[in-house]
């Protein structure tokens, strides 16, 4: 008697399961992407990568097995380079990253599959993301691709925090430690760190909003973290949670009720 069931990992598919998903009118892999590198005192080097890596694979539980969507290995090592100096951050170079995606991607489409949605967990790649997918579609036209960072446009998300964290909590602060706490407890140290850097900037100018700096973690922050992490608890990770699983759910659905590009 045969119990398989069509896994949801990429890699635990045989060839002719990926042939028979990739040849599918709305077949789409998922990569998710995060980083390794520091997340202050209390968190793992891995947080981005633990975030989205978790997020996605609760989502993909809420589709039926039918749904030609499969997801990558967490791409767990980013680029980092704003970390730099602190020790455990490991950072690999946006040329490497953005071949790699060009490569990779570029096999995903002449496999036959339609759709790439690249998840990213970690601020500092954003843009290196939205590069690289321009990159891929140019040279696979028939497979649409979808750079997305997994804490962007999700409804209700300002409002679980606190105003401070949604102004100057960037990293390791109030909504990662309190995420981390739902997640995985045991990874979480006993600090809770305070660093806002409120008051440094020239007015007009800001860390990431319309006239950025590039800035170095070293710039503001001797602890790593960059923002509030004191008041994070289980209650708000859990909350944040399910924001994030009811979201990507919602998007990642209506993507597979479509049949675009097509
Ligand atoms: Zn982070």
Avoid at 62 to 74: A, M
Avoid at 160 to 174: N, Q
Avoid at 190 to 205: A, L, T
Avoid at 215 to 236: H, P, Y
Wanted: charged share 20%.
């Amino acid at each position: 008697m045969n119990f398989k069931q069509i896994p949801n990992k990429f890699e635990n598919l045989n060839w002719q399961e990926v042939d028979s998903i990739a040849k599918e009118k709305r077949s789409t892999v998922i990569w998710p992407f995060g980083a390794v590198e520091q997340h202050g005192p209390h968190l793992p080097l891995a947080t981005d990568s633990i975030f989205v890596d978790e997020i996605i694979s609760e989502v993909l539980k809420l589709f039926t097995s039918d749904v030609p969507i499969k997801k990558l290995p967490t791409q767990y090592i980013g680029f980092s380079p704003e970390h730099k100096g602190f020790p455990g951050t490991i950072s690999l170079s946006s040329n490497l990253i953005t071949s790699m995606i060009r490569e990779i991607g570029v096999q995903l489409s002449e496999m036959g599959f339609k759709r790439l949605i690249l998840i990213n967990g970690h601020g500092g790649q954003i843009s290196l993301l939205n590069t690289a997918a321009r990159e891929l579609r140019s040279c696979a036209p028939c497979m649409a691709v979808f750079p997305c960072f997994m804490w962007s446009g999700v409804n209700g998300l300002s409002e679980l925090l606190t105003k401070t964290e949604v102004e100057v909590g960037l990293h390791a602060s109030l909504a990662e430690t309190s995420l981390m706490l739902a997640l995985k407890p045991e990874l979480v140290g006993d600090e809770r760190p305070h660093e806002v850097i409120k008051g440094k900037i020239p007015e007009g100018w800001s860390l990431e909003g319309n006239a950025p700096t590039a800035w170095l973690t070293n710039d503001f922050s001797k602890s790593g973290v960059i923002g509030d992490s004191r008041g994070a608890n289980e209650c708000l990770g859990k909350n944040l949670k399910e924001l994030l699983i009811n979201h990507w759910f919602k998007l990642i659905m209506n993507l597979m009720q479509s049949d675009w590009p097509n």
